[in-house]
């Protein structure tokens, strides 16, 4: 079954830093987009990041500057590298993915940024 599986979240201060991943699992043909979304507690999902098979990239104007998104193709991977975080940071981040027109979810992982 396919699907993304997203590591690395946590329990951080502010101004700390934290490294997202997502790993695509099993059979996978070709991915295009790879994104991270996140959604706070009684907010709606949102785009944090996207980056294409040949890495370009787009931010959302509220992490810019901050995060950094980045893949390895070979390994069917994804980052996120967030720095410099805030409290309104702090949500479930979920990965996605594009294989071969299907659009496919992780089940998120909670990032929880302390003031």
């Known amino acids: 079954q396919v699907r993304p599986v997203e590591s690395g979240g946590g329990l951080v201060q502010a101004g700390g830093s934290l490294r997202l991943s997502c790993a695509a699992s099993g059979t996978i043909f070709s991915i295009n987009v790879m994104g991270w979304y996140r959604q706070a507690p009684g907010k709606q999902r949102e785009l944090v990041a996207t980056?294409?098979?040949?890495?370009?990239?787009n931010y959302a104007d509220s992490v810019k500057g901050r995060f950094t998104i980045s893949r390895d193709n070979a390994k069917n991977t994804a980052y996120l590298q967030m720095d410099s975080l805030k409290p309104e940071d702090t949500a479930d981040y979920y990965c996605?993915?594009?294989?071969?027109?299907?659009?496919?979810w992780g089940q998120g992982t909670q990032v929880t940024v302390s003031s």
């Open positions: 980056i294409s098979r040949g890495g370009s990239t």
């Open positions: 996605n993915f594009i294989d071969s027109g299907a659009i496919y």
